[in-house]
Nanobody, 122 residues
Framework: QVQLVESGGGLVQAGGSLRLSCAPS????????MGWFRQPPGKEREFVAS????????SYSDSVKGRFTISRDNAKNTVYLQMNSLKPEDTAVYYC???????????????WGQGTQVTVSS
């Protein structure tokens, strides 16, 4: 069974940084586009960032642009989300996902991880 496993979440003060990692088990996703999404408490899941399979193309939501950076290391089969200048409104469960084509549309990602909690205190 294909699984994506996120790690690196936790509790951090506002202004701090965290780096999330996502690695698959069961198969390689080096030829897939990868995305990060988040679900704040009581809200719907939303797009955060995406990266093409070569890493040459990235997209960000307006709310994280300039603060978050998505990257990937295909040799390690791992995708990262570096989160800087964190704000309390970044508090959410963060999910990584894989898609066969580059997209920012949540419904086009067929493979998902279980999520990792990020809590930013004020």
């Amino acid at each position: 069974q294909v699984q994506l496993v996120e790690s690196g979440g936790g509790l951090v003060q506002a202004g701090g940084s965290l780096r999330l990692s996502c690695a698959p088990s069961g198969r390689t996703f080096s030829s897939y586009a990868m995305g990060w999404f988040r679900q704040p408490p009581g809200k719907e899941r939303e797009f955060v960032a995406s990266i093409s399979w070569r890493g040459s193309r990235t997209s960000y939501s307006d709310s994280v642009k300039g603060r978050f950076t998505i990257s990937r290391d295909n040799a390690k089969n791992t995708v990262y989300l570096q989160m800087n200048s964190l704000k309390p409104e970044d508090t959410a469960v963060y999910y990584c996902a894989a898609a066969p084509q580059y997209t920012t549309t949540i419904s086009l990602y067929p493979y998902w991880g279980q999520g990792t909690q990020v809590t930013v205190s004020s």
